[in-house]
């Protein structure tokens, strides 16, 4: 599971102008939001050669990735088309390292119910 976080008002506050823009048919500004995308595609890419990673699960958070069906579709399609699995994230960075773990050792990613129970364990911790 590689996770890639986007973040800074500056970065979402240009993409949501520039994905408005697109919305209305603009050619550059898709253009634009499509290169983002393939610039995390890169992003990933490079994270899984350096870590090594054997199973590439990646989830995604952060305002841009999340509102902007334009970046969003491009990157999920590109990492498809590598073979990767994208999945939006699911549970806090702590569990993300847990699921990782459970993808590495079995093989392939747990049922929803493992899901819930961490999600579950992570809960009652918060609540003390």
């Not at 048919?25 to 499509?34: Q, S, W, Y």
């Not at 610039?39 to 999340?66: D, F, H, N, Q």
Request: aromatic fraction near 10%; proline fraction near 3%; hydrophobic fraction near 40%.
């Amino acid at each position: 599971m590689i996770l890639i976080r986007i973040e800074g008002q500056r970065i979402a506050s240009v993409a949501k102008i520039t994905y408005k823009i697109a919305l209305k048919g603009e050619k550059k500004a898709i253009k634009i939001l499509k290169e983002s995308a393939k610039e995390l595609v890169l992003a990933v890419v490079t994270a899984k050669k350096k870590l090594r990673l054997m199973y590439p699960v990646v989830t995604y958070s952060g305002s841009v990735i999340e509102k902007n069906e334009i970046v969003r579709a491009e990157f999920i399609k590109a990492l498809n088309e590598e073979g990767y699995k994208v999945r939006p994230t699911q549970v806090s960075p702590v569990l993300g390292a847990i699921v990782y773990a459970y993808v590495n050792y079995y093989g392939y990613y747990p049922d929803e119910s493992f899901i819930e129970n961490l999600k579950k364990l992570e809960r009652s911790e918060e609540n003390g």
